[in-house]
């Protein structure tokens, strides 16, 4: 069953944020996973969206190929430079059953 990462981001420096985006992108790939919606600014329909936050959406194959990118060493190098670049609330959830 497919799991999905969802990031609601805020692009905190805007050249640390395009490393992250690279490394991320990469170890994404590697992992498995593909970007569904990348940076968009939703428009909200009900409730209220945060100004400047923009969405991130990746599918991975299931939850645990999921777990096992964000823990990856690939991946490791994009999440130390995070803090700086981002600031951002990160979900998984998994997809429904085929």
């Given at each position: 069953m497919a799991a999905y990462v969802i990031s609601e981001v805020e692009i905190l420096n805007q050249t640390l944020a395009d490393e992250y985006r690279r490394l991320a992108e990469a170890s994404i790939h590697r992992y498995g996973g593909r970007y569904v919606v990348r940076g968009a600014q939703p428009e909200p329909v009900e409730g209220a969206w945060p100004p400047g936050r923009r969405l991130v959406i990746v599918e991975f194959p299931d939850m645990d190929r999921a777990k096992e990118w964000y823990a990856s060493?690939?991946?490791?190098?994009?999440?130390?430079?995070?803090?700086?670049?981002?600031?951002?609330?990160?979900?998984?959830?998994e997809g429904l059953p085929e």
């Open positions: 060493p690939e991946y490791a190098e994009a999440l130390k430079m995070r803090q700086s670049a981002l600031d951002r609330r990160l979900l998984f959830a």
